[in-house]
């Protein structure tokens, strides 16, 4: 592995560790030529299977950009959508398989997204569970409210 740094082609691992969830390795490197240390961080790929059959690398940077236009105009800033994507991508490694479902991710979303704010959660729930009428927005309403 390169150094970032300086570029130097050859790092040496100087510690490695299994983080608490046991869902990734941290190793803490360092640069024999610069002698700066830097770290990496090796999981497992997670992917995605789309309903077109194809797959791709999960992006929690897809899955801020799918929530976003549920946020407009709500008390919602970029952190809290940053924390959004961590949040999803740590539900869907915690179940362990490395290649889930698109509609997986979409479930995985609403339960952060209605922690952090009903109302987005309500719009992006309308849209990925189709709602057709307002029984099924009453239905949403009455679970958030049961739930408080
Ligand atoms: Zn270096």
């Known amino acids: 592995m390169y150094c970032p740094f300086c570029q130097n082609p050859d790092t040496k691992v100087i510690d490695t560790r299994i983080s608490d969830d046991g869902h990734s390795i941290r190793r803490?490197?360092?640069?024999?030529?610069?002698?700066?240390?830097f770290s990496t961080v090796e999981t497992a790929t997670l992917l995605v299977r789309k309903r077109s059959g194809n797959v791709e690398q999960f992006d929690r940077n897809k899955v801020v950009a799918g929530v976003r236009k549920a946020c407009q105009g709500r008390p919602i800033n970029e952190d809290d959508l940053k924390q959004l994507g961590q949040k999803v991508e740590e539900s869907l490694r915690a179940q362990g398989i490395a290649e889930v479902p698109s509609e997986q991710v979409g479930k995985a979303i609403l339960k952060p997204l209605r922690e952090l704010d009903e109302v987005a959660y309500l719009r992006f729930a309308s849209v990925?569970?189709?709602?057709?009428?307002l029984n099924d927005f009453q239905r949403a309403i009455d679970d958030l409210r049961e739930a408080e």
């Not at 803490?28 to 240390?37: A, D, L, Q, S, T």
């Not at 990925?128 to 009428?133: A, G, K, L, V």
């Open 128 to 133: 990925y569970q189709n709602f057709e009428d």
């Open 28 to 37: 803490r490197r360092e640069c024999p030529k610069c002698g700066r240390r």
